[in-house]
């Protein structure tokens, strides 16, 4: 008895021009290698086309699909596609397909979704999310309160760590952009003062605008973008990798080991880089003005405390651990929401960069707010 299987569908050109062989097994098994052989015929232009079927061993729904998909083709290029020698089972099977497929209709295309739906939906998308942040602050602060009673628990090494790469590993790119901002502002300022003579008053533009505003919100976006992305990206690879669960499993809870420890090192961290970008910026300004409105870093320094008071770098040094805290809670935040692979925590460190200076600015214009109601 012969059991042999029957060799592979092929399809190959015949002797005359416009002449194709179908032969082997036209089945879902050889789909793959058959589509390719029909990509690659050499097809007429125009004309008849003669599918010669007697040597076809096999044909199954798969490959009755494939050949009425390719004779559909055939005449939506203009040919004339003929097929000859099919069996009859075949043929009643190919008939029988080509019925399913003429009754089949198309499938409608997806309404358009309008523009009160799109808000809407968004709207929920953003209160869902809010509000995901918040039950994330109240779990940090229950976990908090639980470390400040029992203080063993903190985690001082990591805290050193994540406060020498938070804190000291910034310092040069702080002080470099802190310098230029304050150049910049002299250099804006001083080309409308010296029209007027006004010359010292530079002392106040770059002292008070450096110490009350730029200098911590320039600290704290700094910060986002390279202390916060770290934090979502070091949280959310190990959510991948499952270390978050592995840690749960062995009894060490993710808030005690990864998100306080990030919180302490930050609030520590940025009201000194604030004051480190208050002195740098403070430097620029008085550089410019020496260079550009002949007032001399002497002259400079001592009318600074005639120009700004103690209240002034108070007030920016102590917006800072508010912009530490929402830095840090949205980066560990987004950390823990990546779900999938890589491409997950690309995407989430990006929302943390972008959420987090976003709340900052919002924080720092509630500040503004809070201090000119207080007359401060």
Not at 25 to 54: C, F, I, K, N
Not at 109 to 115: L, S, V
Not at 277 to 294: I, P, S, Y
Not at 371 to 376: A, K, V
Request: proline fraction near 5%.
């Amino acid at each position: 008895m012969n059991s042999a299987l029957p060799p592979p569908g092929d399809i190959e050109s015949g002797p005359e021009a416009g002449t194709f062989r179908l032969t082997g097994a036209w089945t879902t098994a050889h789909l793959e290698r058959l589509r390719l052989r029909l990509d690659r015929s050499p097809w007429p232009a125009a004309g008849m086309v003669r599918l010669q079927a007697g040597a076809l061993d096999a044909l199954d729904t798969g490959g009755a699909w494939l050949l009425q998909g390719l004779l559909g083709e055939l005449r939506g290029r203009g040919l004339e596609p003929r097929l000859d020698g099919l069996r009859g089972e075949f043929s009643a099977l190919l008939e029988l397909v080509r019925e399913r497929l003429g009754e089949a209709a198309p499938a409608a295309p997806p309404p358009r979704e309008g523009t009160l739906a799109w808000l809407g939906r968004e709207a929920w998308r953003r209160a869902e999310e809010g509000l995901a942040l918040l039950a994330f602050f109240g779990e940090t602060v229950v976990a908090l309160g639980r470390n400040l009673r029992h203080p063993g628990r903190i985690r001082r090494h990591a805290l050193l760590e994540n406060l020498q790469s938070a804190g000291v590993n910034a310092l040069p790119i702080l002080a470099l952009l802190s310098f230029l901002i304050g150049v910049v502002i002299a250099y804006q300022g001083g080309v409308q003062l010296k029209t007027y003579g006004a010359n010292i008053f530079i002392v106040e533009l770059v002292t008070i605008t450096m110490l009350r505003e730029l200098a911590p919100l320039m600290a704290a976006i700094i910060v986002a973008g390279r202390t916060g992305s770290a934090f979502t990206a070091q949280i959310g690879t190990m959510q991948v990798t499952e270390e978050i669960d592995a840690l749960r499993t062995i009894g060490i809870a993710p808030m005690d080991l990864l998100v306080l420890p990030k919180l302490f090192g930050l609030v520590l961290a940025l009201p000194l880089l604030t004051v480190f970008a208050d002195t740098f910026g403070v430097l620029g300004g008085m550089t410019m003005a020496a260079l550009m409105l002949d007032v001399s870093f002497g002259d400079f320094l001592d009318r600074i405390p005639q120009a700004v008071s103690a209240t002034s770098f108070l007030i920016g040094v102590g917006k800072a651990p508010v912009f530490a805290a929402i830095i840090a809670l949205v980066g560990c935040y987004q950390g823990f929401r990546v779900s999938g692979g890589a491409d997950s925590v690309g995407r989430q460190t990006t929302k943390s960069v972008v959420q987090s200076i976003f709340l900052v600015i919002i924080a720092d214009a509630v500040f503004s707010i809070l201090y000119s109601w207080l007359g401060i």
